[in-house]
Structure formats: C-alpha cells, structure tokens
C-alpha cells in the first residue's frame, strides 16, 4: 500500500465523469490538524488508501465536506 502522504480520502467508486469527489476532513489523514482549512481554489493531494495520491482543486467546502476535482495527469500529486 503506498504511504499515506495526501490531505483528504476519497472513495473512487464515488468518484463520477467530471472527477468530482466529495471527502470529508474528519475522515482524512489531517483529521486532528488544526491548521488544515482547506478552501475553493486551493490545490491539495487526495488518495483512496490503494493508489498513489493524486491531485485534486478544491471547488467547494461545507464546514467538514470538501468537494474536489481531481486532475488526472502523469505527475499529477506535484503540488506547487
């Protein structure tokens, strides 16, 4: 399994055609970081526990629910 480097969890069976994902921070591996408060725009790494992490826009957040677009390209958890 590879390491669980990424900011918010995914369930790739949720996932539809316009790679949207909905995640949850209390589910995530930044759960008890305070700091995290992701917001529309920003630009963070997602993973489902089995692949490597991907990276994915921030389109929406709703106090604990993250909705996020996920970008599919080789290199895609390069986070700048």
Partial sequence: ????????????????G???????????PRADDATFAPAPGDWLTVGDGD?????ARVIKRL?????VQIQMSAGSADVA
Avoid: K, Q, T
């Fill in 51 to 55: 692949e490597d992490p991907l990276r």
């Fill in 63 to 67: 106090g604990d629910r993250v909705s």
């Fill in 18 to 28: 316009d790679m949207v994902a909905e995640c949850w921070i209390s589910h995530g």
């Fill in 1 to 16: 399994m590879p390491e669980e480097s990424y900011d918010l969890w995914f369930d790739p069976n949720s996932v539809g």
